[in-house]
C-alpha cells in the first residue's frame, strides 16, 4: 500500500495535513495552517524538500526520545516527526518520509 497526505480540518476553521506511510502510521503531522491553500502549499512543500536531507532537523525531546523536523528552504517548519525510541527508528521515519514525499492527498475538509 502507497503512502499518503491526508488533509484534515482543525480547530477554527484551520487545516493540517499528516503524512501517513503504506502501513498507515504517520510519519509527519504538519503545523496548522489559516487556509486549505496555505496546507496544500506545505504538502507541496514535503514534496519538495523531502529528498534534502539538509532539511531535516533531528532533535531530542526533553524526555529523551528522538524526532525531527522537516524544514523547508526558508528554515520554516513544515512537519514534525512523533516521538521514536531509538534514532535508528527516527532515521527509518526519515526514509519512509523521504519515500512517500510525492504520495497523493487524501482531502478529508468536504
Do not use: H, W
Not at 506545505?42 to 532533535?59: E, F, H, M, P, T
Amino acid at each position: 500500500m502507497a503512502g499518503k497526505f491526508v488533509l484534515n480540518n482543525a480547530k477554527g476553521g484551520k487545516f493540517r495535513f499528516n503524512l501517513r506511510a503504506g502501513n498507515g502510521q504517520v510519519v509527519l503531522t504538519s503545523e496548522t495552517y489559516n487556509t486549505k491553500k496555505a496546507a496544500e502549499n506545505g504538502i507541496a512543500s514535503v514534496g519538495k524538500n523531502c529528498g534534502n536531507d539538509k532539511c531535516y532537523d533531528r532533535k531530542i525531546a526533553k524526555n529523551g526520545k528522538p524526532y525531527f523536523n522537516l524544514k523547508a528552504g526558508n528554515g520554516q517548519v513544515i512537519g514534525k516527526s512523533q516521538m521514536y525510541s531509538s534514532n535508528a527508528a527516527m532515521e527509518k521515519g526519515i526514509a519512509s518520509v523521504k519515500n512517500n514525499g510525492a504520495a497523493k492527498v487524501d482531502d478529508q475538509t468536504k
